[in-house]
């Protein structure tokens, strides 16, 4: 045997057929590499599977972190739009921003002053604003406020122009109850509001700031429909526009086109409270309808609440009407701006409601009189 | 020429998933595997064939080629396999000494030709444990697992030259070995120029 052949010899045994011993295990190491093939598939349902849970677990905390901090803005308006409205109305600063000097009429036109952030609703009831004012000279009640037929709304001062000298809870109880009521035989509430109260009303230009400064002096009934240049029924929402004569001797129409308001620093006789110290630009889209009759206010029971003024609300009786000029001017003209900027054009259909009652007997203006408000 | 072809149907079925055509890859190429991990010392070749095999698997719906083709990419995953497993197995050296004891009472070539066959191979690659890294390396992929020059040399990365190198020099201390544990016969003639150099 030489040494080719033993080396021969080692080759052929290592090249040697597969021996049984060898060949053990096939089942499993076949199943095993099927399942390495077929199941390449798996990995990627799963990963899919996990993608999409991915997904959904991510789009369920962003829509959860959503609505938790949205909450606190939107739930309480929208559940507790009432409530929520009556702190703002309440502040006591406000009471230095009834007296802008001059408030720009386009802007007033579109703020809303008793909450600022506060959307437009339709049918906006006015009776639960007005229940925590204590010197509410006059409610119009629920006035719908829908944005198609609330009309133009009114100018900023409108909820300021409410001048009247309503001293007392008990009246202001019973422009409440009125404006709460939805008795149809039930007096009409401008009628009930009546802004005089029986007390002698100090004559002021009616459309004037300084004249709307003046508690006695209400000029102009700000109710949606009121504002509609026609002054008739709303056929498109069945209300009447409002409007409470206080004196007939407000002749001082609005100026059509714009209000300027010129604050003369005329201040509230001293037997009228002082109830509302913004000045109110003229209404040209107040229809200065005195022979409407009464209003049969509907008040939407699910309609945020329309909101006082903020004026109003710390002008308890006796408080000096602050002037246009003096008192806190630039905080006036500051949160009139913010409110102008910030009220939608709706709500202050609901506003020229409330303060349709006070100004009952302005004239009416012509068809584009202070409603330039897109 | 036939073969080739039906290891490409073969390769190209196993490929799409098929359980005949899977075995019929393993069973012509595990026994290369484990002989080819047994000559290397390797503790568990078995095993190492199963990882082997699985990555054959995972790597087969890509794969492009004919029988060398395969056995040259089957004997590539099976050498970087290897060399892993002796990265990770810091022990190999005890589990060598291990195996060498083993082999040692390795049973004996009996009446039973298979016990033959099996101890044939046994003492085969017991003595090809016995060369260095390199010319075992080279030795049993020229040998064991049928590959070409040029296939050992990209496997081990060197070069063609020294690959022939290294199986002939393998191959004559592997004759000395021989020559040196057989009981007769010339065992100073060192082996001639062999088929496997070349």
Same mark, same amino acid.
């Given at each position: 045997?030489?040494g080719?052949?033993?080396t021969?010899?080692l080759?052929?045994?290592?090249?040697?057929?597969?021996?049984?011993?060898?060949?053990?295990?096939?089942?499993?190491?076949?199943?095993?590499?099927?399942?390495?093939? &077929?199941?390449?598939?798996?990995?990627?349902?799963?990963?899919?599977?996990?993608?999409?849970?991915?997904?959904?677990?991510?789009?369920?905390?962003?829509?959860?972190?959503?609505?938790?901090?949205?909450?606190?803005?939107?739930?309480?308006?929208?559940?507790?739009?009432?409530?929520?409205?009556? =702190?703002?109305?309440?502040?006591?600063?406000?009471? %230095?921003?009834?007296?802008?000097?001059?408030? %720009? =009429? #386009?802007?007033?036109?579109?703020?809303?002053?008793?909450?600022?952030?506060?959307?437009?609703?339709?049918?906006?009831?006015?009776?639960?604003?007005?229940?925590?004012?204590?010197?509410?000279?006059?409610?119009?009640?629920?006035?719908?406020?829908?944005?198609?037929?609330?009309?133009?709304?009114?100018?900023?001062?409108?909820?300021?122009?409410?001048?009247?000298?309503?001293?007392? !809870?008990?009246?202001?109880?019973?422009?409440?109850?009125?404006?709460?009521? &939805?008795?149809?035989?039930?007096?009409?509430?401008?009628?009930?509001?009546?802004?005089?109260?029986?007390?002698?009303?100090?004559?002021?230009?009616?459309?004037?700031?300084?004249?709307?400064?003046? #508690?006695?002096?209400?000029?102009?009934?700000?109710?949606?429909?009121?504002?509609? #240049?026609?002054?008739?029924?709303?056929?498109?929402?069945?209300?009447? @526009?409002?409007?409470?004569?206080?004196?007939?001797?407000?002749?001082?129409?609005?100026?059509?086109?714009?209000?300027?308001?010129?604050?003369?620093?005329?201040?509230?006789?001293?037997?009228?409270?002082?109830?509302?110290?913004?000045?109110?630009?003229?209404? =040209?889209?107040?229809? @200065?309808?005195?022979?409407?009759?009464?209003?049969?206010?509907?008040?939407?029971?699910? @309609?945020?609440?329309?909101?006082?003024?903020?004026?109003?609300?710390?002008?308890?009786?006796?408080?000096?009407?602050?002037?246009?000029?003096?008192?806190?001017? !630039?905080?006036?003209?500051? @949160?009139?701006?913010?409110?102008?900027?910030?009220?939608?054009?709706? %709500?202050?259909? &609901?506003?020229?409601?409330?303060?349709?009652?006070?100004?009952?007997?302005?004239?009416?203006?012509? =068809?584009?009189?202070?409603?330039? &408000?897109? | 020429?036939?073969?080739?072809?039906?290891?490409?149907?073969?390769?190209?079925?196993?490929?799409?998933?098929?359980?005949?055509?899977?075995?019929? *890859?393993?069973?012509?190429?595990?026994?290369? *595997?484990?002989?080819?991990?047994?000559?290397?010392?390797?503790?568990?070749?078995?095993?190492?064939?199963?990882?082997?095999?699985?990555?054959?698997? +995972?790597?087969?719906?890509?794969?492009?080629?004919?029988?060398?083709?395969? +056995?040259?990419?089957?004997?590539?995953?099976?050498?970087?396999?290897?060399?892993?497993?002796? +990265?990770?197995?810091?022990?190999?050296?005890?589990?060598?000494?291990?195996?060498?004891?083993?082999?040692?009472?390795?049973?004996?070539?009996?009446?039973?030709?298979?016990?033959?066959?099996?101890?044939? *191979?046994? +003492?085969?690659?017991?003595v090809i444990?016995t060369l260095p890294?390199?010319q075992a390396?080279a030795v049993?992929?020229?040998?064991?697992?049928?590959?070409?020059?040029?296939?050992?040399?990209?496997?081990?990365?060197?070069?063609?030259?020294?690959?022939?190198?290294l199986v002939h020099r393998g191959l004559r201390r592997l004759a000395l070995e021989l020559a040196e544990?057989?009981?007769?016969?010339?065992?100073?003639?060192a082996p001639?120029?062999?088929?496997?150099?070349?």
């Open positions: 045997v030489t080719r052949d033993r021969d010899a080759v052929e045994a290592l090249r040697q057929p597969a021996l049984p011993t060898e060949l053990v295990g096939e089942a499993a190491a076949i199943a095993s590499m099927v399942g390495t093939l &077929t199941g390449a598939a798996a990995p990627r349902g799963v990963r899919s599977r996990k993608g999409a849970a991915i997904v959904a677990i991510t789009a369920a905390s962003l829509g959860v972190g959503g609505l938790a901090a949205a909450g606190p803005e939107i739930f309480p308006r929208v559940l507790d739009f009432g409530r929520a409205a009556l =702190p703002e109305q309440v502040q006591p600063d406000i009471a %230095s921003e009834s007296a802008p000097p001059a408030v %720009s =009429p #386009p802007d007033a036109v579109i703020s809303n002053p008793s909450n600022p952030a506060m959307p437009a609703a339709p049918g906006v009831v006015a009776g639960r604003a007005h229940a925590a004012q204590p010197a509410d000279p006059g409610v119009s009640p629920a006035v719908p406020a829908d944005p198609e037929t609330a009309g133009p709304p009114a100018h900023e001062d409108d909820d300021l122009t409410t001048a009247t000298s309503c001293v007392g !809870d008990a009246h202001d109880d019973v422009v409440v109850a009125a404006a709460q009521t &939805t008795e149809e035989d039930a007096d009409p509430v401008p009628e009930v509001a009546r802004p005089d109260c029986g007390n002698a009303v100090t004559a002021g230009p009616p459309d004037s700031t300084p004249g709307n400064d003046d #508690p006695g002096a209400p000029t102009e009934a700000v109710r949606p429909s009121a504002v509609q #240049p026609v002054g008739g029924p709303d056929p498109s929402t069945g209300t009447k @526009s409002v409007t409470t004569p206080i004196e007939p001797q407000q002749p001082q129409s609005p100026e059509p086109g714009g209000p300027e308001t010129t604050p003369p620093a005329s201040t509230p006789p001293a037997s009228t409270p002082p109830t509302s110290t913004s000045p109110v630009p003229p209404t =040209p889209g107040n229809p @200065s309808a005195p022979a409407s009759p009464p209003v049969t206010l509907p008040t939407p029971p699910a @309609s945020p609440p329309m909101t006082l003024p903020a004026p109003l609300a710390p002008a308890a009786p006796g408080v000096p009407v602050v002037p246009a000029g003096s008192g806190a001017p !630039d905080r006036a003209a500051n @949160s009139t701006e913010r409110r102008a900027s910030a009220r939608p054009a709706a %709500s202050v259909a &609901t506003e020229s409601g409330w303060s349709a009652v006070a100004s009952e007997d302005l004239v009416e203006p012509g =068809p584009g009189a202070r409603l330039s &408000t897109p | 020429m036939t073969d080739t072809r039906a290891m490409q149907d073969v390769i190209a079925r196993a490929a799409t998933g098929d359980a005949q055509a899977l075995a019929e *890859l393993w069973r012509a190429h595990q026994h290369l *595997l484990l002989r080819y991990f047994r000559g290397k010392g390797m503790s568990e070749p078995d095993d190492l064939a199963s990882t082997v095999w699985l990555e054959v698997a +995972r790597g087969l719906p890509t794969f492009s080629g004919d029988r060398d083709d395969f +056995r040259r990419w089957l004997f590539t995953i099976a050498a970087r396999r290897r060399i892993d497993e002796i +990265r990770r197995d810091r022990r190999r050296r005890q589990l060598d000494e291990t195996v060498l004891a083993n082999a040692d009472r390795s049973p004996t070539p009996g009446a039973d030709d298979e016990l033959d066959r099996a101890g044939a *191979l046994d +003492r085969a690659l017991e444990r890294p390199d390396e049993l992929l020229r040998v064991v697992a049928d590959l070409s020059v040029a296939d050992t040399a990209a496997i081990m990365g060197h070069s063609d030259g020294n690959v022939r190198v544990s057989a009981p007769s016969g010339d065992v100073t003639k001639e120029r062999s088929m496997y150099v070349s």
